[in-house]
């Protein structure tokens, strides 16, 4: 009885499914900018994944099995300010549950680089944050959060967020955008605790 248990449950967690949704904004004029990380991190998975975005309602979107689990990816067309109701629009649209999506984001508070996931937390003043803590009306989901650093002088942060990479940090950009996409990944087959363990700091 346990071993058939056991299977029951082994099935319906292989037939889970996750959103996970880069931050950012639509544009070419924002496509190299600090504050569009999150896109960047979900066109690294979908490479890894060899998949295509395709434009859809509210979003472009790009869907891959990874470990026996659906996965959808998302970066929402309603510019950063707005990202919350493209959120909602899929959570309901594959019925997926807020424990179950990852949304990926820059971090002014991180060294640059440096990744950390939380299972909650407060926007941090990052409005992208704030509009899905609205509108999920809690900020209890999980997020992956990329250091961008604070390297700029007092009243320049927007310019900063919306600026271009310097040229150490797009040097370093590709591995670290390597290691978010292999986080992203592990949180939805490893879960979140073993995933923050094995590349929070790191």
């Not at 037939?15 to 504050?35: P, S, V």
């Not at 640059?112 to 941090?124: N, P, S, V, W």
């Amino acid at each position: 009885m346990d071993l058939f248990k056991t299977s029951i449950i082994e099935k319906e967690n292989g037939m889970k499914k996750f959103l996970i949704i880069g931050l950012g904004n639509i544009g070419d004029k924002y496509a190299e900018t600090r504050h569009n990380i999150g896109f960047k991190i979900l066109d690294e998975i979908a490479k890894i994944k060899d998949v295509s975005f395709e434009t859809l309602t509210l979003g472009d979107v790009a869907t891959i099995t990874h470990k026996g689990k659906k996965v959808t990816l998302l970066k929402p067309s309603t510019y950063m300010n707005l990202s919350g109701k493209a959120i909602k629009y899929y959570m309901n649209q594959e019925s997926i549950p807020k424990e179950q999506i990852l949304v990926v984001t820059d971090d002014l508070n991180l060294p640059f680089g440096t990744l950390r996931m939380k299972a909650k937390g407060t926007d941090g003043g990052h409005n992208g944050l704030k509009d899905t803590q609205l509108k999920l009306n809690t900020p209890n989901y999980p997020r992956l959060r990329f250091g961008i650093s604070d390297e700029f002088s007092k009243g320049r942060q927007v310019d900063y967020v919306l600026g271009e990479w310097n040229n150490d940090e797009q040097k370093a950009l590709p591995e670290r955008i390597d290691k978010a996409a292999q986080a992203c990944l592990s949180f939805t087959h490893a879960g979140l605790t073993n995933t923050m363990n094995q590349f929070n700091g790191k």
